[in-house]
């Protein structure tokens, strides 16, 4: 297949179709504002060219392990969803770059997160984190850290090490 992008943005798709994952060239899939999709196949973890990834304004209410797979993911877009936690597999996109989980319903974020060292933007704003795990701190080349409006209580230590430009909390 030689698709590379594929846009099916602000539709009313009910779910995505399996032929998806056989767009091995893909490197651009949006499926934004399609609110009526609650769940990713495992089989998103097929796209392996797969650089941006915009899952945002869905129903979502878990992203499935495999989304890990996805090693050379740049961007990834998960924003005003359900999404109660993201899975420890997300600290395997080690080429991740940008990352908005904002206005989702994000209790804890995995300890894995530590792992995303390319990782220059997070946006974790409007949810309901009460802690972060002290492993953000190694997240090395974080610049841009938004994490208003959540329940935290305190911060941890770590987060002196990262060489921040803007931290909104």
Same mark, same amino acid.
């Given at each position: 297949?030689?698709?590379?992008?594929?846009?099916?943005?602000?539709?009313?798709?009910?779910?995505i179709?399996d032929?998806?994952?056989?767009?091995?060239?893909?490197?651009?899939?949006?499926?934004?504002?399609?609110?009526?999709?609650?769940?990713?196949?495992?089989?998103?973890?097929?796209?392996?060219?797969?650089?941006?990834?915009?899952?945002?304004?869905?129903?979502?209410?878990?992203l499935?392990?495999?989304?890990?797979q996805?090693?050379?993911?740049?961007?990834?877009?998960?924003?005003?969803?359900?999404?109660?936690?993201?899975?420890?597999?997300?600290?395997d996109?080690?080429?991740?770059?940008? @990352?908005?989980?904002?206005?989702?319903?994000?209790?804890t974020?995995?300890?894995?997160?530590?792992?995303?060292?390319?990782?220059?933007?997070?946006?974790?704003s409007?949810?309901?984190?009460?802690?972060?795990?002290?492993?953000?701190?190694?997240?090395?080349?974080?610049?841009?850290?938004?994490?208003?409006?959540?329940?935290?209580?305190?911060?941890?230590?770590?987060?002196?090490? @990262?060489?921040?430009?803007?931290?909104?909390?």
């Amino acid at each position: 297949k030689l698709l590379e992008v594929f846009s099916a943005s602000s539709n009313r798709l009910v779910n995505i179709p399996d032929w998806i994952s056989s767009l091995n060239r893909l490197k651009s899939l949006s499926l934004s504002e399609n609110p009526i999709i609650e769940e990713l196949p495992e089989s998103i973890g097929l796209l392996t060219e797969l650089r941006k990834a915009d899952f945002s304004f869905m129903s979502l209410t878990s992203l499935p392990e495999s989304i890990g797979q996805l090693s050379r993911l740049e961007t990834l877009h998960v924003k005003s969803n359900n999404l109660i936690s993201l899975p420890a597999s997300t600290g395997d996109l080690g080429s991740l770059r940008f @990352l908005t989980a904002n206005d989702n319903n994000l209790q804890t974020l995995p300890a894995s997160i530590g792992s995303l060292a390319k990782l220059v933007e997070a946006d974790f704003s409007h949810n309901s984190l009460v802690t972060l795990p002290d492993s953000i701190g190694n997240c090395i080349s974080l610049k841009f850290l938004q994490i208003s409006s959540n329940s935290l209580v305190s911060l941890p230590d770590s987060m002196a090490r @990262l060489g921040l430009i803007m931290l909104d909390a």
